[in-house]
């Protein structure tokens, strides 16, 4: 068991959408059911903060996608699942490690580069608008990590570099104090799907071509008519791994279903009949969730207990953890 402890974190900055769903909720959820793995799962509210400075719209995130997790079956009594911020011990060690982090590793990390280079492109002074938590973020993220001993790291393509430096940090930190850290490994899973969105472009918030998770049936249906397809009429034979819509098909049918919509796009299925079909596949995975969803948004109160119960397992590990890593750095009672 200790080898598999999972951590993820979800940035509390947007609404779910069916890319978030298909390549980290519900491989999240089944990995978590097998009961092989202790997982932690959290909403990172603090992170949210770098890119989302409206309150309204992180708290409302935060409430969403805690709902949106637990309506679509996250078993608590198996995992883990707090907010980030519940837990004081994780600024407090953000602060540990941020003193044992070279600046320089800091300058090169994606996002934060991406941003003075988009800076400097627009003719800008290339700090304008840069926040130190931009600056500082794969920081609190390598707090997140650190904290539970976690060995595992689910991400997306993007955020390797952040649990690499994690791993960076823990081992200089180690190094200088003793071995307090594991030193964690991200886990890409070639399974899982990255889902296109409506442009057949990877779904993403950065892109505005997503597709939300918990719609009424009439603005699925409306959503999913807006799938981007090209002008080959019914009856011609289309290219299925050319199409968002088989994609997307793809990533919620049986084998067989796949395998069936594969001749239907050889025998040259209407565009109109294949999104009527993948609605209906899609409604229907979705229609309970989505009842317990709206039931959990109108009882916050609820959700809020839960995540209560979750801060009080998490503060069991994170508390211990702190207090042998202070007293490792120096900060200890004095006598
Ligand atoms: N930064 C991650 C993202 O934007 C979210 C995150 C925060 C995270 N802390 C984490 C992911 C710790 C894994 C582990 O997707």
Not at 67 to 79: C, H, R, S
Not at 92 to 97: I, V
Not at 176 to 203: C, N, S, T, W
Not at 242 to 259: E, N, P
């Amino acid at each position: 068991m200790s080898e598999k402890r999972v951590l993820t974190g979800i940035t509390t900055s947007g609404t779910p959408h069916l890319g978030n769903y298909v390549g980290a909720i519900r491989p999240a959820i089944e990995a978590s059911l097998t009961g092989e793995f202790e997982s932690f799962f959290f909403l990172a509210d603090y992170h949210a903060l770098i890119k989302a400075q409206d309150p309204n719209l992180v708290h409302q995130s935060t409430l969403e996608i805690a709902a949106a997790w637990l309506a679509l079956g996250l078993d608590t009594d198996k995992v883990i699942f707090y907010r980030q911020s519940d837990i004081p011990e994780i600024p407090e060690l953000t602060w540990l490690l941020t003193c044992m982090t070279a600046k320089g590793m800091m300058n090169r990390a994606h996002a934060y580069k991406g941003a003075v280079q988009a800076n400097i492109e627009a003719g800008e002074d290339e700090d304008m608008a840069i926040t130190m938590g931009l600056f500082s973020y794969p920081i609190l993220m390598a707090a997140d990590i650190l904290m539970f001993n976690a060995h595992k790291i689910p991400v997306g393509r993007d955020q390797i570099q952040h649990v690499e430096m994690a791993r960076d940090i823990a081992q200089r930190f180690n190094h200088h104090y003793g071995e307090h850290f594991v030193l964690p490994a991200a886990q890409l899973d070639d399974d899982v799907a990255i889902l296109q969105g409506l442009d057949g472009r990877k779904m993403s918030k950065s892109y505005g071509n997503t597709i939300p998770l918990f719609l009424t049936e009439k603005k699925l249906k409306k959503y999913i008519n807006k799938i981007k397809t090209n002008l080959l009429e019914p009856g011609e034979p289309k290219d299925p791994d050319d199409s968002a819509v088989f994609q997307i098909w793809q990533a919620f049918a049986s084998q067989g279903q796949i395998a069936e919509m594969r001749s239907e796009f050889a025998n040259g299925i209407a565009w109109g009949e294949a999104k009527r079909q993948l609605f209906e596949l899609v409604n229907e995975q979705l229609k309970e969730p989505r009842e317990e969803y709206l039931r959990l948004l109108e009882n916050p109160a609820e959700v809020e207990a839960v995540l209560q119960v979750g801060a009080v397992k998490a503060r069991d590990h994170s508390s211990k953890l702190v207090a042998k890593v202070r007293s490792a750095v120096g900060i200890r009672p004095l006598g």
